[in-house]
């Protein structure tokens, strides 16, 4: 079984500044990694995600992720935030073991742009 | 990316009808679909695994008699609330799975309001 960790239920950052958020998973197998952004009312986005490769992921507006097998870490960021990125952000995982597995969300993030 | 979409967006009812959710792949056929329920402030939380053909696989909790699914073509998916109560009032989601690529889509949801 796989377990998503999102340590921070609300990031307020200041418009213009640079923002992490973070996500630990834990597996027993190795992993598909995915952020997915949430407007209000609306449907989840997919932002970015890990398949293999480069352990730098790079996104949609802006955001970038990288994933750290040692430390089982999957950290959201952007290196300067805009007032439209407010929103909840949802870190996933799903097991890398043939077939297709369930996703496992975590609870979500809420970043708070502030003018 | 693939287009996924849910009819209605939202829909309010009285206490004790049934409520049906179409979600439809536009432009991929799904062999599997998930219907997922959020509620305030929460996470996605998996209900069920709608397959083309056969009968959905319903998590841990989720009653099967309550939450119908079929999944008879695809590119549809369908759930009904049967005799709805306030309590099923929530945000449901689903998503499809492209089998050309490891990632779900996802609709843009569904408000369900039981008065």
Known sequence: ?115 | GAVVSQHPSWVICKSGTSVKIECRSLDFQATTMFWYRQFPKQSLMLMATSNEGSKATYEQGVEKDKFLINHASLTLSTLTVTSAHPEDSSFYICSARDPGHNEQFFGPGTRLTVL
């Open chain 1, 1 to 115: 079984a796989q377990s998503v960790t999102q340590l921070d239920s609300q990031v307020p950052v200041f418009e213009e500044a640079p923002v992490e958020l973070r996500c630990n998973y834990s597996s027993s197998v190795s992993v598909y990694l995915f952020w997915y952004v949430q407007y209000p009312n609306q449907g989840l986005q997919l932002l970015l995600k890990y398949l293999s490769g480069s352990t730098l992921v790079k996104g949609i507006n802006g955001f970038e992720a990288e994933f750290n097998k040692s430390q089982t870490s999957f950290h959201l960021r952007k290196p300067s935030v805009h007032i439209s990125d407010t929103a909840e952000y949802f870190c996933a995982v799903t097991m890398n073991s043939g077939g297709y597995q369930k996703v496992t969300f975590g609870i979500g993030t809420k970043l708070q742009v502030i003018p």
